[in-house]
């Protein structure tokens, strides 16, 4: 029920901004019509690229499509963008997407992002003294994004085996889950002249979340099988919970482009009803470190302007970059550490289903130690490092070879050298234009070894969708 009504409440939208909008639509659909047209009309090996890269990324209306969390299948469906100019100050955005599998999981959402931009964003000058052939690009001042959400997500399968880090792959079960998440945020860079080589921008926002914890499919016993609901914090019972985010983010770089950090410092306040004795407070310090092998690298990374389903490049076009197979060497050292800590008071405890995991991909998609199987290990705790190399072979083909450790505890004083897990991963990754970004890998840890292969939910630089815990 709560599925086709979300379908329902994403296709009524997309009807009534059609509606509201319908001359601006109908051109776009036009324009759209005739691209699709000129690029699918011949079945030769690139000609279909090309053809399927357009079917993929173009707007108004694409085909979406990507892995759901891992254990829940490949996801399929339609994706509609928008954007609105209404002056040189701001930018309007508004997305829907709607997806399902095979195996009865799904997701539908709703996205707007407000883009304050500075009238001089982008331009390019030519400074006094140089050729007029010659020409310098002024770097992009920061830019202000506003965002407002609607996503709800139907989880059939997700595997649990205890917490922290001494849980056993014997005592795997499994739960689904549902969850909808309401809310919006906020990122506003800060404009103190003394911190711009930082690039620092405040971060904020609010979220409703209400989940719902069912019986999962598949031939593992049921969670609560295994598991009394007393001994488990969450399984019990689910009351919806109000989020408050606040924190940091610096993105400087150094040495001409030959470092470039990206360091976020947040705080959220997880507060739900006194009778679940769930609220808590969780702090996250994620450093990512990226060392370009070669000065000329275009970032492929999320940008704060796009919506998950648009790749644009620039605030100021809703354009994806063409597909191209350049013979461009590219490739990037990369190093991150993520460190994740909860507190609560002696009466509280995290449930269950929002502590952070460690295993294969996590609910957001995110792969730390990909040796191990999905979720293998759960905890309020995390600490995470992870390095890796990526360079291209030949134009969107990339090889790229990851070592990643980590471990996860109930109280943050308890993490212990000797309870670090620790995994390897090669492979290959496809990242074409603003195509969802594919990969392919052989990981192995300390339990298994495994094979995965994997499409972005999001197109190739569009933003995150909100986090799932």
Not at 346 to 351: A, F, G, R, S, W
Not at 352 to 374: E, H, I, K, V, W
Request: with cysteine; proline share 6%.
């Amino acid at each position: 029920m709560r599925r086709s009504c979300m379908l329902a409440a994403v296709t009524l939208l997309i009807a009534q901004t059609v509606s509201a909008q319908e001359s601006r639509i109908a051109s776009d659909l036009r324009r759209q019509k005739e691209l699709i047209a000129d690029a699918c009309d011949t079945f030769s090996l690139k000609p279909l690229g090309e053809c399927v890269y357009t079917l993929f990324t173009s707007s108004p209306l694409h085909i979406a499509a990507g892995n759901q969390p891992p254990q829940n299948g490949f996801a399929f469906g339609l994706a509609f963008s928008e954007r609105w100019t209404p002056n040189e100050s701001w930018r309007i955005t508004w997305s829907a997407d709607a997806v399902t599998t095979f195996a009865g999981s799904w997701r539908a959402g709703a996205y707007a992002k407000f883009i304050r931009t500075p009238g001089t964003s982008g331009v390019s000058v030519a400074p006094a003294g140089t050729p007029a052939s010659t020409s310098v690009a002024i770097t992009p001042r920061p830019v202000a994004v506003f965002d407002v959400f609607l996503q709800s997500i139907s989880l059939e399968t997700l595997s649990f085996y205890g917490t922290g880090m001494d849980s056993t792959r014997e005592n795997r079960t499994i739960f689904g889950q549902t969850q909808t998440i309401v809310g919006g945020s906020a990122l506003y860079p800060i404009g103190a002249r003394a911190l711009a080589a930082l690039r620092p921008a405040l971060v904020g926002g609010i979220q409703l979340r209400v989940i719902d914890i069912k019986d999962g499919r598949g031939s593992f016993p049921a969670i609560g099988q295994e598991f009394p609901p007393a001994s488990l914090p969450g399984l019990a019972d689910q009351d919806p919970f109000t989020q408050f985010t606040e924190g940091i983010r610096l993105k400087p770089s150094f040495g001409n482009g030959a470092v470039s950090l990206n360091y976020l410092l947040s705080s959220q306040q997880f507060r739900t009803s006194a009778n679940s004795h769930g609220s808590f407070v969780r702090w996250t310090a994620d450093l990512r470190h990226e060392f370009p092998l070669y000065r000329r690298v275009a970032s492929t990374g999320p940008r704060d302007f796009n919506s998950p389903n648009e790749c644009a490049t620039s605030a100021g076009s809703g354009a994806c970059p063409p597909l191209q197979f350049s013979r461009n060497r590219e490739g990037a050292i990369t190093i991150r550490a993520l460190v994740i800590g909860a507190s609560v008071s002696e009466t509280n405890q995290v449930p269950f289903y929002l502590q952070p995991t460690l295993g294969g991909s996590d609910l957001n998609g995110d792969r730390l130690l990909a040796g191990y199987d999905d979720y293998r290990f759960r905890g309020p705790n995390l600490v995470a490092v992870q390095e890796g190399i990526e360079h291209s072979l030949w134009g969107p083909v990339g090889v790229f070879v990851t070592l990643e450790q980590g471990a996860v505890a109930e109280r943050f004083h308890e993490f212990r050298f000797n309870d670090v897990a620790h995994s390897a991963t090669v492979g290959l990754t496809l990242r074409a234009g603003g195509f969802p970004m594919v990969n392919l890998a052989f990981a192995f840890g300390g339990e298994t070894h495994r094979v995965i292969a994997t499409m972005d939910a999001s197109l190739l630089g569009g933003s995150r969708r909100p986090s799932l815990f």
